[in-house]
């Protein structure tokens, strides 16, 4: 892999330089990272997943990104999506993890109003760590019941999940570094509520056309919230972008 940005260098060690980025959290709630692959045209599926979009770097970045969180979060259709499973952290990540004073994992979370989720799925019944729900205050008690059997349960808005509050939990329980996967609306519901410090996007050189959704959707005019560009690696004709928040590190 090859740094383009801000110093071009040949044989560059990814994964060092991901877990060696400052991310420092705000006051009150974590750093909010997403991460996304799009192709060219700004498709983030190609027949109905991500993963045709991506590389072998791609998941070596993707693997990377995920051991320097604390808990790392997905809307529930993304995770009915892509078969969710517990993360894998090579025993040296987990030391260098326990040397930054992390858990040696991170911790999986789910966010979803509906509780509509498949609690007999590998994120449930294979996670080393308790996963994390995120759901709502009057969300259906029998549902709500179920989830508590398998995973810690965290209640934050009523009707709609607040991301505000739910983020000012995790900060509770102690996570300075938040990675959101998507989908797209959760990615918007953060954008909207300008709850993003960084984005970690690979551009994928393909063209996808059809419907697939952008990076970050939803309702509304949305949020606006300036980037700058961090750095830029290549791996072949796979771009890996790091933008962090106009003033965020």
Known sequence: MRALLPHPQDDVDAEALVLGERRDAPEGR??????MVTSVDGATAASGRSGGLGSPADRQVFHALRATADVVVAGAGTVRAEHYGPPRVTPEL????RERGQAPLPRLAVVSGRLALDLADPFFTEAEVRPLVITVDD?????LAAAREVAEVVLAGSAHVDLGRALAQLHALGARTVLVEGGPTLNGQLVAAGLVDEVCLTLSPTLVGGGSLRLAVGEGQGGFTPLRLDRVLADGDH????????GGE
Do not use: D, I, K, S
């Open 30 to 35: 974590p750093w909010v990272l997403l991460n």
């Open 94 to 97: 987990q030391q260098r993890r």
């Open 139 to 143: 969300a259906p008690a029998e549902r």
């Open 239 to 246: 771009l890996f972008l790091r933008y962090v928040r106009t």
